[in-house]
T-cell receptor, first 117, second 107 residues
Framework: GAVVSQHPSWVICKSGTSVKIECRSL??????MFWYRQFPKQSLMLMAT?????????EQGVEKDKFLINHASLTLSTLTVTSAHPEDSSFYIC?????????????FGPGTRLTVL | AQRVTQPEKLLSVFKGAPVELKCNYS??????LFWYVQYSRQRLQLLLR??SRESIKGFTADLNKGETSFHLKKPFAQEEDSAMYYC?????????FGQGTTLQVKP
């Protein structure tokens, strides 16, 4: 089946620094990837839709200058949390759509745990 | 506004008992409907999607457009079904997730 990886799986950083999270589709091409945020014992909240070769589409209330998304190839999207603060600590999950799948199934990465001190 | 409601945070049943996880949605247009499952320490994965009308691991889901519901059912729960279940309507690939229901199947 289709596999999506994320790197790193966890990261601890100091307040004010920037952190980059990578999302890769390993065995399929993904023109569209999605970034979610999940707080403890809560659901996934869609942050943005990442489109290969174009600007990401952000959900209402998500700061695009805070969460920079780059989707430079058909297998890689990156999320950079800029000037991270403790309130940005969360579990970040990406998913990818297989460009050839007519059913729009999303394949999820394992997530990245971000802790900002 | 798009909204998904899974009214039960926790559903606890005994092995062999029937299970129904409820999902009601409010969504403009005709969304595609999915159920995703997350087993302990694993990533989210697709359980089933309405459009393909398939039964996975004994689970089925019936779409009721009048009630805008997409409840997930299984006639005989197994211990390995214990997991978090998310209902997710969507369109053009973009999904809205419900709050999730934890299913606990006791031996």
């Amino acid at each position: 089946g289709a596999v999506v990886s994320q790197h790193p799986s966890w990261v601890i950083c100091k307040s004010g620094t920037s952190v980059k999270i990578e999302c890769r589709s390993l065995d399929f091409q993904a023109t569209t990837m999605f970034w979610y945020r999940q707080f403890p014992k809560q659901s996934l909240m869609l942050m943005a839709t990442s489109n290969e070769g174009s600007k990401a589409t952000y959900e209402q209330g998500v700061e695009k200058d805070k969460f920079l998304i780059n989707h430079a190839s058909l297998t890689l999207s990156t999320l950079t949390v800029t000037s991270a603060h403790p309130e940005d600590s969360s579990f970040y999950i990406c998913s990818a759509r297989d460009s050839t799948d007519p059913y729009n199934e999303q394949f999820f990465g394992p997530g990245t745990r971000l802790t900002v001190l | 506004a798009q909204r998904v409601t899974q009214p039960e945070k926790l559903l606890s049943v005994f092995k062999g008992a029937p299970v129904e996880l409820k999902c009601n949605y409010s969504y403009s247009g005709s969304p595609e409907l999915f159920w995703y499952v997350q087993y302990s320490r694993q990533r989210l994965q697709l359980l089933l999607r309405h459009i393909s009308r398939e039964s996975i691991k004994g689970f089925t889901a019936d779409l009721n457009k009048g009630e805008t519901s997409f409840h997930l059912k299984k006639p005989f729960a197994q211990e390995e079904d214990s997991a978090m279940y998310y209902c997710a309507p969507g369109n053009t690939g973009k999904l809205i997730f419900g709050q999730g229901t934890t299913l606990q199947v006791k031996p």
